[in-house]
């Protein structure tokens, strides 16, 4: 019977790093694999985590079982972050995901066992979303996230938003869009958080990049724009990214209720889905979040930690909007205006393979590019690969 499975393509970027493990090129650039990196191409631990796994390693007593909850006191932490000052914390309650996928997983199925049946997706997306959406059994109604220069399609999703109707829920990137790096303004976000209090589409929201756009605060700006003004939404965090756990699997999935006594019975129904799936989520990566949060100077670590990987993306950024009129095939300055990890280029299929094949250069086949891919060793290189390909 297992005979009868069709092969499925790989994942497109797990085929690039192989590709590019294989390229014996001393000056090879690796643009592809989401995840941050040094001046040096480092992906280190951080130095806030590692000051917490050490107390944990002296501290913890016991492995035992938590529960599909996880670590409530990482949960707990998180929140005046996700959530900030004015929070309706009486509406509020989250649980421990394996990662923001996990969180993402959680929130649409709870969404489609609370009656939803299609959710409005801004293209592209993190591939990922889809093929969740896809594996839920959720349709997807797709609109565009960004116009062709470079700045969010305000017009779309807010579109999609007047258009929805019962059983419909939008799925937003809270700040550092992947991969286009285009993000809404808060003006943008103040227009979708009024057509989303019109509209009966539930708002999902997708936080898997806070402190690596703006700032902590900044990031998480457009989220409480718009619970500030619905009864209902779902919020799926990740720490991957902005604590360097990738591979820890540190996530969280939150709801905001219309009433604080709607909670007990959602959360139920979140507990029992988490559950099924992975019973619990992994501790140890939210156990050494909790600890970093719960002590002062491991926080205050952790922010200069923030602050320094946003000070260089962004002076990644500069040089190549900088770099605009030497590739003068290109929209350069784009990049400039956008945050986060990720960025679009518009190359065609053939300068893309152009890019590997003649310059090393290893890039996403969308044209998307990994900015901390870049550092002040290669970026030059980068730039006049570009204007190779573009000329
Ligand atoms: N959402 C988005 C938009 C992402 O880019 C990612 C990571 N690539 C995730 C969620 C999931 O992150 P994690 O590694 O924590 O599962």
Same mark, same amino acid.
């Given at each position: 019977?297992?005979?009868?499975?069709?092969?499925?393509?790989?994942?497109?970027?797990?085929?690039?790093?192989?590709?590019?493990?294989?390229? /014996?090129?001393?000056?090879?650039?690796?643009?592809?694999?989401?995840?941050?990196?040094?001046?040096?191409?480092?992906?280190?631990?951080?130095?806030?985590?590692?000051?917490?796994?050490?107390?944990?390693? /002296?501290?913890?007593?016991?492995?035992?079982?938590?529960?599909?909850?996880?670590?409530?006191?990482?949960?707990?932490?998180?929140?005046?972050?996700?959530?900030?000052?004015?929070?309706?914390?009486?509406?509020?309650?989250?649980?421990?995901?394996?990662?923001?996928?996990?969180?993402?997983?959680?929130?649409?199925?709870?969404?489609?066992?609370?009656?939803?049946?299609?959710?409005?997706?801004?293209?592209?997306?993190?591939?990922?979303?889809?093929?969740?959406?896809?594996?839920?059994?959720?349709?997807?109604?797709?609109?565009?996230?960004?116009?062709?220069?470079?700045?969010?399609?305000?017009?779309?999703?807010?579109?999609?938003?007047?258009?929805?109707?019962?059983?419909?829920?939008?799925?937003?990137?809270?700040?550092?869009?992947?991969?286009?790096?285009?993000?809404?303004?808060?003006?943008?976000?103040?227009?979708?958080?009024?057509?989303?209090?019109?509209?009966?589409?539930?708002?999902?929201?997708?936080?898997?990049?806070?402190?690596?756009?703006?700032?902590? /605060?900044?990031?998480?700006?457009?989220?409480?724009?718009?619970?500030?003004?619905?009864?209902?939404?779902?919020?799926?965090?990740?720490?991957?990214?902005?604590?360097?756990?990738?591979?820890?699997?540190?996530?969280?999935?939150?709801?905001?209720?219309?009433?604080?006594?709607?909670?007990?019975?959602?959360?139920?129904?979140?507990?029992?889905?988490?559950?099924?799936?992975?019973?619990?989520?992994?501790?140890?990566?939210?156990?050494?979040?909790?600890?970093?949060?719960?002590?002062?100077?491991?926080?205050?670590?952790?922010?200069?930690?923030?602050?320094?990987?946003?000070?260089?993306?962004?002076?990644?950024?500069?040089?190549?909007?900088?770099?605009?009129?030497?590739?003068?095939?290109?929209?350069?300055?784009?990049?400039?205006?956008?945050?986060?990890?990720?960025?679009?280029?518009?190359?065609?299929?053939?300068?893309?393979?152009?890019?590997?094949?003649?310059?090393?250069?290893?890039?996403?086949?969308?044209?998307?590019?990994?900015?901390?891919?870049?550092?002040?060793?290669?970026? /030059?290189?980068?730039?006049?690969?570009?204007?190779?390909?573009?000329?």
């Amino acid at each position: 019977m297992l005979h009868k499975l069709e092969p499925q393509s790989p994942d497109a970027l797990l085929a690039l790093i192989k590709l590019f493990a294989e390229d /014996e090129r001393a000056d090879k650039i690796d643009l592809g694999v989401g995840v941050y990196r040094t001046d040096d191409g480092a992906t280190p631990v951080f130095r806030a985590i590692k000051q917490a796994e050490a107390k944990l390693l /002296e501290e913890q007593d016991s492995k035992s079982y938590l529960g599909p909850e996880g670590d409530t006191d990482f949960v707990d932490a998180l929140v005046p972050y996700i959530f900030g000052a004015d929070l309706a914390a009486d509406r509020i309650a989250g649980m421990q995901t394996p990662g923001g996928t996990g969180a993402v997983r959680l929130a649409v199925a709870l969404a489609q066992k609370a009656g939803v049946t299609r959710v409005h997706l801004g293209v592209p997306s993190w591939p990922n979303h889809k093929q969740i959406l896809d594996d839920v059994g959720l349709e997807t109604v797709t609109f565009p996230h960004a116009t062709p220069d470079g700045d969010a399609d305000l017009e779309a999703v807010l579109t999609a938003i007047r258009n929805g109707g019962e059983g419909d829920a939008v799925l937003l990137h809270a700040c550092c869009h992947n991969p286009t790096g285009v993000e809404y303004t808060q003006d943008q976000w103040d227009r979708i958080a009024a057509a989303l209090a019109d509209s009966p589409v539930l708002p999902i929201i997708d936080s898997a990049y806070q402190g690596l756009g703006q700032g902590l /605060e900044e990031d998480a700006a457009g989220l409480r724009t718009v619970l500030a003004r619905v009864p209902e939404a779902l919020v799926a965090y990740s720490c991957d990214k902005n604590f360097g756990l990738y591979r820890d699997r540190v996530g969280a999935f939150f709801v905001q209720a219309a009433d604080g006594s709607d909670l007990p019975a959602i959360m139920s129904n979140a507990n029992a889905l988490a559950r099924a799936n992975w019973s619990m989520p992994p501790d140890h990566g939210g156990a050494a979040v909790r600890v970093v949060l719960r002590d002062e100077g491991m926080t205050r670590e952790w922010h200069d930690e923030l602050d320094s990987m946003r000070t260089r993306l962004r002076s990644v950024r500069d040089r190549l909007a900088a770099a605009d009129n030497e590739v003068p095939g290109l929209d350069l300055q784009q990049l400039g205006r956008q945050n986060g990890l990720f960025g679009m280029l518009a190359l065609t299929p053939d300068q893309i393979a152009a890019m590997r094949k003649d310059h090393a250069v290893y890039m996403a086949g969308s044209g998307r590019i990994n900015i901390a891919g870049l550092t002040r060793g290669n970026v /030059e290189k980068f730039i006049a690969a570009l204007a190779d390909v573009t000329a």
